[in-house]
């Protein structure tokens, strides 16, 4: 499903990967476990090919995205990855409705369609009351089911999540720990990149790989 065969990443001669192989199978949960700055946001932003390898090949789903031009990328992106980001990255001043259907706005959908998968996924994450509501007024924790129901609208079979607890509180991240259970159990393969140690000992985790300085050490 998600290959990274000897996979280098440099920024102005500085590596912030080296030599990773890593792979995926499809359906799995793993977790990227490591302190900021040990490579994890970089094995994410390759593996959804809004990067380039330095050298080395990242092949997903049997495409080398890292050889598609940057408008394959796009389609690539919007057709097969759903991401939840630290910070949420929502449109304070927009409703839930809008933000959601975001990521649908390329595809140029029929209205009746754009609502049915709208509906589908705020009723998936209990959301469905706060359509109209203005993200900015919303709690931490519904700002991040709108986040999770906007990766979810297009149907990705893959979802990147980088440090999704990490503006939550204990009892938020829990919650979260129970969507993303939900998200596996319907078949999605998800890489979740944390420092955050709820994720480390769940027992419907497949794998923790522990990153340093750019390199996998376990």
């Not at 998600?2 to 199978?25: G, Q």
């Not at 057709?79 to 649908?104: A, C, E, H, M, R």
Request: hydrophobic share 40%; aromatic share 6%; proline share 4%.
């Amino acid at each position: 499903m998600i290959k990274l065969n000897n996979i280098t990443k440099t920024y102005k001669d500085i590596k912030a990967v080296e030599d990773i192989n890593l792979h995926i199978k499809e359906g799995e949960l793993v977790i990227l476990k490591g302190q900021s700055g040990s490579g994890k946001s970089t094995i994410l932003s390759l593996i959804a090919a809004l990067s380039k390898p330095t050298s080395g090949e990242v092949i997903v789903d049997e495409k080398r995205v890292s050889k598609l031009p940057d408008d394959f990328a796009s389609l690539f992106r919007r057709d097969s990855i759903g991401f939840i980001f630290q910070k949420y990255n929502l449109i304070p001043n927009l409703s839930v409705k809008d933000n959601i259907l975001t990521p649908l706005l390329p595809s140029n959908l029929p209205e009746s369609e754009a609502r049915e998968k709208l509906q589908s996924v705020m009723k998936k994450f209990d959301i469905s009351h706060k359509e109209n509501e203005i993200v900015k007024n919303l709690s931490g924790g519904e700002q991040q089911r709108v986040a999770i129901a906007r990766s979810m609208i297009n149907s990705p079979k893959i979802i990147i999540a980088d440090e999704p607890t990490a503006n939550l509180d204990a009892k938020l991240s829990l919650e979260f720990i129970k969507i993303l259970e939900e998200l596996k159990n319907m078949g999605k393969t998800i890489v979740v990149a944390t420092h955050d140690p709820l994720f480390f000992d769940l027992d419907f985790i497949d794998k923790v790989v522990e990153m340093k300085n750019g390199k996998i050490i376990s």
